[in-house]
């Protein structure tokens, strides 16, 4: 045997010590909601397990800074909506050339990830590969899309966004596979995570009409209703996601996602969804059926 400490007593491997995970955090959506709101989501890379996710927000003509602080110590929460621009201007303060009415104005958003010692920032550009002018384009598409949806075509609802980072649920998640082993778990609604879906955002969309298909299964015959949605471009959905639509009370899985686009920055989503049955477990989560979405 040689000389020293083998890394490993197993003939031909060497034991190599696991790489370290740093997690990030990276903005997902920017939504200029003109004149006076902006919308900003955000997601997790990597992250730890557990909870206590603290989220600091700044906004900046530059990013390389001044920063201004919009919030800080944000917990449990993926978006911030930004509607500082309808505070009065102090004479003499940073903010005044800060604003959604000058289209050649840059505006950069950062946001900071603090979890225990370890700490994610990162900058985003609002409407970022947008020049002035399709800037102004961008913006117009979005508020009539929004009208159209309020005012004529669309209904309420409300968007359940699927926890995919968060404290995991003791209840159901296997300690030895880390798989959910519970599909009517009421303590994360099957998703493997607390909570199961981040509290809901309410907007408008609109559904359109398809035929009810009938499969044949070894439990008898199924009726799937798959329909088209057609909703605004914030916040961001991804398969897994839920819809209430809160006139009705039906709600629907996100099957497939295909926005409308602008030179790649998203104009409104269309959504492939599926109708869930009145005894799935995405029934759970609560909602208010009476609010009432305040956008614009």
Not at 168 to 176: A, I, L, N, P, T
Not at 223 to 251: H, S, T, W, Y
Request: with cysteine; net charge positive; hydrophobic share 35%.
């Amino acid at each position: 045997m040689m000389k020293g400490t083998p890394y490993s007593q197993t003939y031909a491997k060497q034991k190599t010590p696991p790489l370290p995970t740093k997690f990030s955090v990276e903005v997902t959506r920017t939504v200029a909601s003109f004149p006076r709101r902006v919308f900003i989501q955000w997601a997790l890379r990597k992250p730890p397990a557990g909870d206590g996710f603290l989220f600091d927000v700044y906004r900046s003509g530059s990013p390389e800074g001044e920063w201004e602080e919009l919030v800080t110590d944000l917990a449990d929460v993926y978006l911030y909506v930004d509607g500082h621009f309808d505070e009065p201007i102090v004479a003499g303060g940073e903010r005044r050339d800060l604003n959604l009415f000058s289209l050649h104005r840059t505006i950069y958003y950062k946001v900071v990830c603090r979890f225990g010692s370890q700490t994610a920032e990162t900058v985003a550009q609002l409407e970022a590969g947008l020049d002035r002018r399709r800037k102004g384009i961008h913006r117009k598409l979005v508020r009539d899309a929004a009208k159209a949806l309020k005012l004529v075509v669309g209904t309420e609802v409300a968007i359940l966004k699927k926890r995919r980072w968060g404290a995991k649920c003791e209840h159901c998640v296997s300690k030895g596979t880390a798989q959910v082993v519970r599909a009517h778990c009421k303590y994360c609604w099957g998703t493997g995570f607390l909570g199961g879906y981040w509290e809901p955002v309410y907007g408008y969309a609109q559904r359109q009409r398809s035929p009810i298909q009938t499969q044949v299964a070894p439990e008898g015959h199924l009726d799937l209703n798959r329909v088209q949605v057609i909703m605004l471009n914030f916040p961001q959905v991804e398969p897994g996601d839920v819809l209430a639509f809160m006139r009705d009370d039906k709600r629907y899985k996100v099957e497939i996602v295909n926005p409308t686009q602008i030179h790649s920055v998203d104009v409104h989503q269309e959504l492939q969804v599926s109708e869930l049955a009145r005894s799935a477990v995405e029934y759970g989560p609560e909602i208010d059926a009476w609010h009432d979405p305040k956008w614009y």
